[in-house]
Each structure stands twice: as C-alpha cells, then as structure tokens.
C-alpha cells in the first residue's frame, strides 16, 4: 500500500464515479459499495480510470443546483424520500424505518383514493402541515380606548409623517420614529387583577420613552348594572378613566390609571380606596359618589369591552394584541415583553417596508386600514381550531368502514344549492366541507347548523353535511326536525332544499312546530312538496340510528353532543354552553384554504374527474395529510441532468413507490454508509431511485483512510437447522497485512456498546502478527436517556440540579447533574418503564417538576415516568419551579451538605460490593479515589502497574475509577482478580460525549477529552473528590498527602511543568508566543496528575465553564493541540488552578536528574527530542518498574491458570454482579 502521488490524488472522486456509472444498472450500488468501504485498497487501480467529458460537465451543471437549492457543496451528501431530508449525522436506521412505515401509510391511503404514479408523489410533496400562523383580531373597535395617536397628537409632531421614511437607510435594529399608527398595542385586562399595575407601567415606559406605539386599553369588569364603583375595584377604575378621558382626554386618564396603581402595595389587590383617595386628592371640587356610584354617567365601554373580549375569543386575560395578534402567555412578563415589542416593531417595519417598495401600501392610505385587511386578520380567534393537537378521521378506509359508509351516504348544501350523488346540479370543487354534527331537535344543535349555512352565504368554497346526534331515545314525536332536513336533502333540488332547512333551523320555526303548527306552513318556493311529504311522514328512521351509532362509537360523542368536522378534522365535542358562530367558520375555512384546501384542490383538478367526487377527494386528501405528524418541508427537487452523473433504478410498474433520491461523492464517508443503506432499500421496498455524484475535483489528500463496513441486514436470516443465522457480523476480508489498524465502532447515539470478548489489541492490530483471523465481539450494554432541563421562571438551565433515576422498588439507581450547557443530562438506562425524580436533599427541597414533555406519563403528573421500549433515542424535557418558599435560594449556595443519606444508594459498588451502606458512608472520607484512563494493551499494562506502585505506597484504603468506554475485555475480566489478591475497591465510569457537543474523531483526543469535560458528570453525586493519575505514572508515596492537600477554594490543583532541564528551553511552547500573554507571568500546567474538589467544581459551574469553552476553540482545528492540558492551562482565569509543588510530579524530558531523588511521583512523558519509545524508557527511567511488571505478570499466569482450571473465584469474597438487566451493579 504505497502512498499515491499528488497528482494521483486530484482526479479520484471523478475516477470513482466514472468507475461505479460504467458499470450494469443493477451492479452500480454493489460496485459504489465496494469501492467506498475498501478505497485504500482499490485506489490505485481507481487513478487508472478515464472520464468523460461528459459525465465533467454534467456534474458541474448540477452542482450550480446542489448549491443554490440544497446547500450541497461539492463533495457533500444527502438523501430524500419523497421530498422528507434524512439526515445521515442525526438519524438512525430505526429513525429512518419509521419514517418509512409512516409514508408508506400515506401513500397506501392515497393510492385507496385512487390517486396514482406522478399525482401521488405530487400531492404526496404538498407542504400542508398546520401552519403556525399568528392570526390577528380587528382593531378597529370602539371598545377600544387609545391613549395616544401617533398621527394626530402633538407631542410626536416633530416626527416625519412620510412612509417613504421606512426605506430610508438606518443602522440595524434603530427603530424609526414614524408619525403614522404602524404599530399597535392593545392591553385587555381585567383592571383589579394583581397582574395589570405591571402591564400598565410597561405601557407608560413605552408611552415616556417615546417608542412609535399607539396604545389602547379594554377594561373587562363585571357587567352587571347593579354592580356600581363604591363595590367593585375594576368598576371604579373603570369609571375614573372614563371621567378624567371626558374632562381631559384618554393621555390624562392613562396618568390617572398609574397615580392609582402606584397607590398599591407590592403583591396587594387594587381596591375602591386607592380609586377614590387619587380622585379626591386630583378633582377635590367633584363628589367621588357622582363619578363611581350606582348614577354614574362613566360606564361607556362597559358592556362594549366585555362584548369584544368574547367576541375575538383571545383567551384568558390579560391579553396583549400587537397590531391585532395576541401575545404569547409567556411573553407577558415586563422583560420579556419589553424585548418582545421591540422584537415585534423590527418585524413588522420589514412588512412595511416590503409593503411600501412594491406599492401594495401607497403613501395616502390609512396603515390601520391596511394592516386590518392583511389575510391572517379574523373576526374571532377560537383556541379550539388554532390548537396544534388536532384529530382527523380516516377517510381513507375501504368501503367496510362506519367513515365511508357516512361520507358516501352525505349529502351536501352549498352556496348555489345542493350538491349529491343523486341530483347534480352544480359543477364547482369546494375545497372545505363542513359535517355538522348535533341533535337538530334542540336549539344548541340548531344553532350550530344555522351558524354553518349563514357563513355559507359568504363562501363559494364550503359544502355543509348534517350528522345527527338526538339527545333522547329516538323517537317518531322528537325527531320532527331532523326528519324533516333529512328529507328536504332526499327529495328537493337546489335552492329550495336549502331555503327549507335554513328555515327549519330558526328557532321561531321549532316554537311554532311544537305549538302544533303543519309543516306545511314552511313550505319554500319551488318545492315539490308532496314527495317531501311522503318520505317526512314514512316512519323509517334508520338514518337517525346509523348516524347516532356514528357519533357514539367513532367520533366518541355522548348523547346530543355538538361537533363540527371540517375536511375530517374532528372539533369537539364542544361544550353545552360554548360560543362556536359564523365567525369561528370563517376562522376555519380561512385556515383550510390557506393550508391544504386550495393546493390540494388545484392538484385534484388535474385529475379530470366528476366534481362532487372531486369535492369528496379534496376531503379526504386533506385529512389524510393534515393528519401526518408535523415534520420538516418537503423539498421539491428539479434536477437538470441525469444521463451520465447518476445511477438510476426504476420502480416496479403499476406499484406504489417511493421516491428517494440521493446526492454523494463516492469517495467519502457518506458514501460507505450511503452505498450499503441503498443496497438494503432496495430490497425492502419499491422505489424510484437516482444517486447524483457531487465529485470534488483537485484533491491533494486521500479521501478515505479507513476501511468500514455497515452492518444492517434486510431480514432475519437463518441457519440450515432452522435456528437464528449468528450475527450480525462485520466481516473484513482481503485486508493488506502491513499496516496497524484499529477497530472502532459507530453506532447511534443512544447507544452504549463495548467489546466484551478478544484477546486481541483492538486499538493495535497487526495483522502480520496474527495466526488465523481477529475476532472481536461487541455488546449492547445500555440505551441513553437524554434530556434537557429548564427553570419556567428564569428560561434558563437551573445549573447544578440533580435528578435520580430508579424503579419504585429501587428508586436511586443512577443519579445525574445538569449542565447549565442546554440544561443538559444524560442517565444510563436498559429497556423497560424507569421514574425520574428530583435527587433528594437540595435539589428536591428548593424545585419541584412543573411539567415534562416526551416521556411516557402526562404533562402534569408528578411522577416521571419513562419507558424505552425500542432502540431509537430517547430525548425528554423537563420544566422545573422553584418552591414558593424557596423562589431566593440557590442551589448551590454555601451551607449546605448536599451528600445527606439516603443518597448512598446512588452509590453503585464494583467488585467488593458486599458492604452494607452505613459502613461504607462511615468509610467515605477515609477512601482516596483514583481515576485514571487508558485504551489498548501497552496503556492497560502501564495502568495495571500505577496501580500496583500506588498500591504498594499508600496505607489509605483506595478506590480505583476506570473510564470503562474503552477498557479491552482482558482488563475488565483481570480487574476483579487483582482487586481481590490486593484488596482495593474498582468501579467502571461511563459518559457518552453528548451529541451537541463538538466531537473528536481521533481515540487518543476522545480519550484527552473524557480527562476534562465530564469531570462533574462522571462521577456519582458522593464523589467530593478524587485524584487523576495517568496511566504511566510510577508512584512513590502515599496519595493521602495530595488527596488532603490543601487547594486553597481552588476547585483543582495541578503541578507546573518543571523548567529545570535547561537544554529542553527550545520546546517549551509555553514560554513564548500566545501562551506567555495569556498565563501573563503564571505558570503552565501539566495533566498527568490532578487533584479534583469535586463540590467546589459543581458549585461554580467549571464543567460547564469548560464546555463552553471548549466549543468554541475545538471549531479551529490548529487549537487545543493537547487537549487535556491546553484546555484548563486557557481557563485559568476563568477556573483557577491551585498549582501543586513540584515534587508531585517528575518527568525525565522536562525535570534535570538532581530534582529526581524527590520526586513523589515520576511520569513517564514523551521526549520530543530523543521520541524514546515508552517502555524502553520506564526500564531505564524506573528501576522499581520491571519489579512491579514482574509481579504482575505473575499475577495474570496465576490468574489464567485458576480460570482454566475453573477454580477462578472459589475464595473470592464476593462475586462479580450479573450483567443482566438493569440490576447490573458494577458500574455506575
């Protein structure tokens, strides 16, 4: 495996694709596979490949595409199914099969309606989801008091009045000062509600500030005429504005209404006291009684603002409208909103702006008028249809289904007449269909139908179902109405069908029914009355059951229920008493129309059939799509040119298929993992498939380095004895000899895996070396659970929380912190239901959980519970509040011993598991914890040996802690043995580098990186400090002395480099340049041994400190050159360092030879000089090391022989734990 040359290298990506595009249709994945996942191997042979001109320019052309539609630069990778972005970094294969379930269930759905081939995939792409959009409400109401007019008032005189202002230039973010009404501000507020004094002081900042706001007020209060002023607070502050706007103007009212609430205490009510000593201090000459009392004449918008609050539906006061639309619950609070308005102002200035430039505002026109004709303006917002959890019918079901059989057997009104499968007598598709559902013997069921048919008058686009739903028992006598609309739909044509039921739904019709009035009486122009008669007076009334059985076992009503479904979108059941008028209908086919009903509607045209079919396919279309979950945009993709630049595969004919479409450069590592992915979706499902090739040309490195395999079978294999096939396997064949490798694994991001059986290196394998094949086994150990924690009241990450997570029956099995970084935690779990809790002590005594989402109980339950049932990551959010009574502590304030009992059961023993709990928290400070890191044989040895130098020099019991992540299954089954014949403790750590976090690609700066980012999280909450001592490290004292050393409120101490060997002055990077600025006169630090306060650590946030930094500086691939050191050396002002003396730490390359002889301990650090291999230098460097390498090598021969001989663990106190389930005990 000779290295190429340079200009070797420039063409491959190219050459590789030339190579993968000659080959048959059917073998070009096959080949594109090969070639990726053994490229060092196949380059050579690759250079010698020519490319066609042709297949150049073609890539080049599409790249311009790439580019400007996808984002893709050359090289980049992508896939889409039908439109849907998988993003290979973030979603994993089990992701990626449910979005293939998913969008073979809407296809199927689509093809039972008929819908085939390049309509499905059409409509199939329709960006259709429910949109998020801010509806607004008119405010050009008198119920509305302005305080100030941006146009009329004088004090914004000085202010130009032109909107040609708005495309005057500006600096970013300087809001422009525009004598025109742009931006309105509407507070509705119950004046006496504890919440308003802050809502109107915030106005009155605005109003001082001169921000270019114009602001109204609606005061809702009780409407009641016998309730007058001396009573009732809101009355009273109602009725003084109203006076002082009348004497004065609405300015002066406004100061009246702030002098008031500035009366009121903190946390107080308003009261009539406070209302009435501000009047009679301002307006002394008035009697007070006059202004308030029961002969008030100040009671204008009284009635009016409580009329307007309901009408508009904006939801529970208070409310706050920007230029119609209501703000946000959580917008609110006086900073937020404050941020939010000037947010909202910028907004709407580029709406302006855009509006004014392209002359859709002219410099005339009134901006309120404007603003109030804008689409998204309704009369009414009903929460209930803007809702985001929305339910729909399948209208999809074969003909067996109770849905269709109600769809086929509907008959519509619509604006022109009636249109059914019977009479047809209208051609027009109408994109909204309304089924109204309701008891139409009862006036609420009535109502609801009159309302629906009153909007219909307005729309040309809505056709009307009636569904009933009787109350009572049906009977002959209380079903006259019913009976009667049923009728008119079975016989009458047209208008007259229509104006009938439009007068049986009027209430003065049911009165005068019931008075015994003859039906006869509400017979319309051009009726044929006596066919009606005939089917009114027949007794059947099957309709009525089928449609009462309906309502009750598939829309889940009770009896005489009201619902209206609009395009198979369920709204309701609503209640007896709610409001759901003509305005809610407009709300709703506003919303139809705009989201799904005429995009469908265009398409369905298309199609060329019978418009009341068509009308029906619109329906059912729309809740088909409507009811997917909400996802990314569907991207459509026009590509230029696929003759020579991609491999195409047609789907099987008269099939649905999906449309999965590919962008790769064959030489990356998309391509290996993109390649056999296809091979795979092309035997599990039908599609149209195009891989476009996005080569780079000019490369001047090799593309791939690795070999990789991906190990996804497209079924369960099995044996010739009928037993399950073994596997899976990764298999690497024909691999050149010469080479070290190393095996690494991906997997997703949830998982824990490790490998659990090899005697071989896995970090070094030669395969010169080797006899037959090297084998390796890996296991699935843990599934992740990841979440995100925030405080509701502050936004923010409550920093230093801790959460527990357990079963009922052991409710601590792992605990946690989260890191103020995205409020982030991670707990190991295994499959099956798990309850997350707030840890005992602080945590649990200042927070309570306020709501969490994603998990497996409701929002509000206390209890969390969390259930991983499949292999997908599982990623919750959980809001947590402050106690009212704790709303001032902090959580990691002074004081406080945060290890009280009952946390000792997080405390998860290893090998000598078999103490009880009151012993060990008796022993806790009398253990020095030592962790230490090491990947592959060379480091577990120099590892097994620290410990045996620690072991032999301190009197202290010891507690060894392992990063288990990348131990070799030989350490892991050697550690129990040797922890038994010297009698320390062990425990295995694990952390997974979180996903959001900037990865490492490299082992040995993976392994750097778990040496000082997880430092807090790592260990279990009891852990208060612990000693970091590298793996080829010889020891010579006792480790007492550095774990009770003094840090001075440092949270680590560290040594110094030694400078004492003075012909070693040319490498010492830290003496010049960037790090002798920034360490300004301190000294740079060396991390081969370090002392932790773990307490002092958590509690002033280093963890996320160091995170945070380390963020930004990995971005810039020349920084952090040794992560682990450069990294707290660069924090140093921010996460002080206790420097160690320098005894602690001797170093041949950096200490001279005099300083050796007090050296406490000796580090065995790579010369850059003389690049001395490690173990020839702990030979010479050591004299003690070949003694304690001796020693060990006799334990392992003793330790092999028991193993073979099976007397292992017969005298061995205690066992190591099952690997079974979630009671595994050994690791944390």
């Known amino acids: ?46 250079t010698k490949t020519a490319v066609s001109s042709e297949l150049r320019t073609e890539v080049e052309e599409n790249q311009k595409y790439f580019k400007g539609a996808l984002g893709l630069q050359p090289g980049d990778s992508a896939l889409f199914i039908n439109g849907l972005h998988i993003d290979l970094e973030t979603q994993d294969i089990f992701s990626l099969f449910d979005i293939l379930r998913n969008e073979a269930r809407v296809m199927e759905g689509l093809h039972r309606l008929g819908i085939e081939g390049l309509s499905l995939h059409n409509i199939l792409k329709l960006n259709i989801q429910p949109s998020e959009a801010d509806y607004a409400v008119d405010i050009r109401s008198p119920a509305i008091s302005w305080i100030n007019n941006l146009e009329l008032d004088s004090r914004y005189s000085s202010w130009p009045s032109s909107l040609q202002e708005l495309l005057r230039p500006t600096f970013p973010g300087v809001i422009r000062q525009i004598r025109k009404n742009l931006h309105n501000m509407v507070f509705i507020v119950d004046p006496a509600h504890e919440s308003t004094a802050e809502l109107i002081n915030t106005a009155e900042m605005f109003l001082s500030n001169h921000i270019p706001l114009r602001l109204g007020l609606i005061f809702v209060v009780n409407d009641s005429e016998d309730v007058d002023g001396m009573q009732d607070a ?13 004497e004065m103007d609405d300015y002066h009212a406004f100061q009246t209404l702030t002098h008031i609430y500035n009366k009121v205490r903190t946390g107080e009510k308003v009261k009539v006291e406070h209302v009435v000593s501000v009047l009679e201090k301002k307006y002394p000459y008035v009697e007070v009684n006059s202004i308030l ?33 209501p703000l946000e619950k959580e917008q609110l609070d006086p900073d937020e909103l404050e941020t939010i308005t000037m947010h909202k102002i910028l907004e709407t200035t580029t709406f302006f702006q855009r509006a004014v430039y392209l002359g859709e505002l002219s410099l005339d026109q009134d901006v309120v008028e404007y603003i109030m004709n804008q689409p998204n303006v309704v009369p009414r917002i009903n929460s209930r249809i803007l809702t985001a959890e929305r339910e729909y019918l399948d209208l999809t079901a074969t003909t067996q289904g109770k849905t269709t059989a109600i769809a086929n057997s509907m008959n519509y009104l619509t604006k022109k007449g ?62 006259q109405i019913s009976r009667a609309i049923w009728a008119a739909l079975q016989t009458q044509t047209s208008n007259s069908a229509k104006n009938f039921i439009t007068k049986m739904a009027k209430e003065e019709t049911a009165e005068a029914l019931a008075a015994g009035a003859d039906i006869s009486e509400f017979s319309v122009g051009g009726m044929d009355f006596s066919l009606f008669k005939e089917v009114f007076e027949s007794s059947k009334m099957d309709f009525i059951l089928s449609h009462a059985m309906y309502c009750r076992d598939v829309l889940k009503l009770k009896k005489g229920q009201r619902a209206v479904i609009s395009n198979g979108r369920i709204i309701g059941p609503l209640e007896d008493s709610e409001l759901f008028n003509q305005d809610d209908f407009h709300l709703l086919e506003n919303i139809i129309l705009k989201t799904s009903g005429q995009k469908i509607k265009s398409h369905i045209q298309q199609l060329r059939v019978e418009e009341d079919v068509a009308s029906d396919l619109v329906m059912k279309v729309d809740a088909l799509l409507s009811a997917q979950p909400k996802g990314d945009t569907r991207i459509k993709y026009q590509f230029f040119e696929d003759r020579h630049s991609a491999i195409k595969l047609k789907p099987k004919e008269g099939e649905t298929y999906f449309d999965v479409v590919a962008v790769v450069d064959p030489v990356t590592r998309e391509a290996q993992r993109l390649a056999p992915l296809l091979l795979v979706l092309t035997q599990l499902i039908n599609m149209n498939l195009r891989v476009f090739m996005n080569c780079q040309s000019k490369l001047s490195d090799m593309p791939l380095k690795s070999f990789y395999r991906y190990v996804l079978e497209p079924e369960i294999s099995f044996s010739s004895d009928n037993s399950f096939a073994k596997g899976p396997i990764a298999k690497f064949l ?45 296991e699935l150990e843990y599934l992740l659970l990841e979440g995100h924690c925030y405080d509701i009241t502050t936004g923010q990450p409550p920093r230093g929380l801790q959460f527990t997570l357990g079963t009922s029956a052991k409710p601590v099995i792992v605990d946690t912190i989260v890191m103020a970084n995205l409020g982030y935690f991670q707990l190991k ?16 005594d200042i927070y309570r959980i306020y709501s969490h989402d994603g998990t497996d109980s409701p929002p509000d339950a206390d209890e969390v519970v969390v259930v991983l049932n499949n292999f997908k990551s599982k990623i919750i959010k959980v809001k947590v509040q402050k106690k009212a009574d704790m709303v001032n502590e902090d959580l990691l304030s002074d004081g406080t011993n945060e290890n009280e009992s009952g946390f000792w059961d997080s405390f998860k023993w290893g090998f000598t598991g078999g103490q009880k709990t009151e012993e060990v928290k008796q022993d806790k ?56 014949k010297y009698n320390f403790q062990y425990e295995l750590v694990q952390y997974k580098w979180p996903r959001w976090l900037h990865q490492q690609t490299e082992k040995q700066r993976i392994i750097w990186g778990y040496k000082i980012l997880f430092l807090d999280v790592l260990f279990p909450l009891v852990v208060d400090k612990f000693l970091f001592v590298d793996a080829d490290q010889i020891v010579r004292t006792d480790l007492k002395e550095l774990r009770d050393f003094s840090l001075d409120g440092a949270p680590y101490g560290y040594t110094p480099f030694c400078d004492s060997r003075r012909e070693m002055d040319g490498y010492r990077f830290w003496k010049s340049g960037y790090w002798a600025s920034h360490l300004a006169g301190r000294k740079y630090h060396i991390s081969a041994l370090y002392v932790v306060d773990l307490k002092k650590f958590r509690k002033i946030a280093a ?89 060990i090598k006799q334990l392992q021969t003793r330790f092999q022989e028991e193993k073979e001989m099976g007397t292992l663990y017969k005298d061995m106190t205690a066992e190591e734990p099952s690997r079974e389930g979630p009671q595994k005990r050994e690791e944390l």
């Open 829 to 844: 779990a295994n499959p099956g239901a798990w309850i997350l809790r707030l840890r005992k002590g602080r945590s649990e």
């Open 234 to 246: 809101g009355v009273a502050l109602l009725r003084a504005y109203n006076y002082v706007a009348q």
């Open 1 to 46: 495996m000779a290295p190429l040359k340079v200009w070797q290298l420039q063409d491959l990506s190219f050459q590789t694709a030339a190579r993968i595009l000659a080959a048959p249709i059917e073998l070009a994945l096959v080949i594109m596979k090969d070639l990726s996942q053994n490229f060092p191997t196949k380059a050579r042979a690759i």
């Open 925 to 980: 400070d009398d253990v020095i914890n030592i962790f230490s890191v090491a990947s592959g044989h060379l480091y577990e040895r120099f590892l097994r040996i620290m410990m045996l130098s620690v072991l032999k020099n301190t009197k202290t019991p010891v507690k060894f802690w392992f990063l288990k992540n990348y131990l070799s299954p030989t350490f892991k089954e050697f550690i129990p043995y040797m922890a038994n």
């Open 418 to 479: 009636m249109s059914s499968k019977e009479i047809y007598d209208d051609s027009f598709i109408r994109p909204v269909t309304f089924w109204i559902v309701g008891d139409f013997d009862s006036p609420s069921g009535r109502q609801l139908l009159y309302d629906a048919i009153k909007h219909q008058k307005s729309s040309n686009n809505v056709r009307i179902g009636m569904i009933n739903n009787p109350s009572e028992d049906i009977s002959y006598e209380k079903t």
């Open 734 to 778: 024909d691999m050149p000899q010469s080479p070290l490798f190393t095996l690494n694994l991906n997997t997703p991001e949830s998982w824990m895996v490790e490998s659990v059986r090899t005697p071989y290196d896995l970090d070094n394998i030669y395969l010169e070396e080797v006899d037959s094949i090297v084998a390796a086994e890996y």
């Open 293 to 325: 009392g029961i002969d008030s004449a100040y009671d204008q918008n009284r009635k009016e603002a409580r009329g307007y609050y309901e009408q508009t539906g904006v939801g529970p006061l208070p409310v706050v409208l920007f230029n119609g639309m």
């Open 1103 to 1191: 963890g996320d400190r160091l995170r945070g930094q380390y963020q930004g500086l990995s971005q810039d691939p020349n920084s952090l050159s040794n992560l682990d050191q450069d990294l707290p050396n660069n924090m140093i002002h921010q996460v002080p360092i206790k420097s160690l003396p320098q005894e602690w730490l001797w170093c041949e390359t950096w200490c001279d030879d005099a300083s050796k002889k007090r050296a406490k301990t000796i580090d065995l650090c790579n010369n850059p000089m003389t690049k001395e291999p490690k173990l020839e230098a702990a030979v010479r460097i050591v004299p003690e090391w070949q003694d304690y390498d001796q020693e």
